[in-house]
């Protein structure tokens, strides 16, 4: 049975197991009504955890019978954005494929009718080296620091535009604008560049499908959409995880960076939109559509996940009414 847990301004955290809520009296009314699904899923363990991940084949299937009940409630238009880290095989140097299997499956799932629309890749420098034995100990393999990060549809042309995610141009390109002067001709690449291409300001530079949360090196500079949160997980200034200090509460261990739901949620979608987020964890998607002024929807089956997850929309700065 799904229960409301809180509501605010612009949305509602429910309880739940997604599979029946969505098969449930909220799935029926939200069908078709939802433009964008942005989430998280559980991984696929090797080993039971706390909130009953599934194993193997198992996690397939769970994962693909979700496809046909997320593209219901999307909208002609909508799109589904799924994060996924890389998985790795217990006690082996080994990579899992499983979670790329099961997103295979996912996007080719009968009656869903999804297809991938872009692949992102979600490049974060400051995760913990992971895994561990085998980047740290055994010094054998490299520091996974990247998430793979799936842009679905239910048509060819969801809504999307990359002018509301310009970003900064760069320090050459600002130079090239102030001199209106570029060296044309044929590149070897046989790529023919006339006088005036790249002499029109379009007002920033168009995103690259790898979304690089924070800097590597201090002396490059990085370029993000000035419209998107730059904090990261570490931001230890963060409201939320000051707020889980003060209570003494154990942040959700698998929250999603802000910045990369911002990013999506200003390039798919309008103020007003609605946003769902099936599996809301500490609900990084509900507090940034509340920020961004976009109706939303989580729904997560463990309850002190939900609980925890008030506390972000107690952040004066949001002004949100909690019900
Ligand atoms: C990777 S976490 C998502 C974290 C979230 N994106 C955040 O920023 O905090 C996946 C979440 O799915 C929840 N979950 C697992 N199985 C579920 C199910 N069947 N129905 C609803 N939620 C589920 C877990 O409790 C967990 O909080």
């Not at 090797?46 to 909130?51: A, E, H, L, Q, W």
Request: hydrophobic share 35%; proline share 6%.
């Amino acid at each position: 049975m799904a229960k409301t847990l809180y509501k605010t301004s612009f949305g509602k955290y429910v309880i739940g197991d997604t599979e029946n809520v969505l098969k449930g009296t909220l799935g029926k009314k939200l069908r078709s009504k939802v433009n964008l699904i942005v989430t998280s899923p559980p991984f696929p363990l090797n080993k039971k955890k706390k909130y009953g991940n599934r194993l193997g084949q198992d996690y397939k299937d769970w994962l693909v019978r979700m496809a046909k009940l997320f593209s219901d409630v999307l909208t002609d238009d909508g799109s589904i954005v799924i994060e996924l880290g890389n998985s790795w095989e217990p006690h082996r140097p080994i990579q899992s494929t499983l979670g790329l299997e099961a997103l295979l499956e996912f996007v080719n799932a009968e009656g869903a009718n999804l297809r991938l629309c872009q692949q992102f890749v979600c490049y974060n420098p400051s995760r913990l080296p992971s895994p561990a034995q085998w980047v740290t100990v055994n010094r054998i393999r490299t520091i996974d620091s990247f998430t793979h990060v799936w842009w679905l549809s239910k048509s060819d042309h969801p809504k999307a535009d990359n002018r509301k995610v310009l970003r900064p141009y760069s320090k050459s390109m600002q130079n090239l604008l102030k001199r209106q002067s570029y060296n044309a001709g044929v590149r070897p690449s046989e790529h023919k560049i006339s006088k005036k291409s790249f002499l029109l300001n379009h007002n920033g530079s168009i995103m690259h499908n790898v979304i690089e949360l924070e800097r590597i090196d201090e002396d490059r500079e990085l370029r993000l959409p000035h419209n998107m949160f730059s904090m990261s997980n570490t931001n230890s200034n963060d409201f939320f995880l000051k707020k889980c200090r003060e209570e003494g509460i154990r942040p959700h261990p698998a929250r999603m960076q802000p910045g990369l739901v911002s990013f999506f949620t200003e390039f798919l979608t309008d103020p007003g939109d609605l946003i769902l987020d099936p599996f809301a964890g500490s609900n990084t998607t509900g507090y940034v559509a509340e920020k961004l002024k976009r109706k939303w929807i989580g729904i997560e089956i463990d309850e002190d996940y939900g609980r925890q997850s008030l506390l972000r929309f107690k952040d004066p700065a949001l002004g949100a009414k909690i019900t």
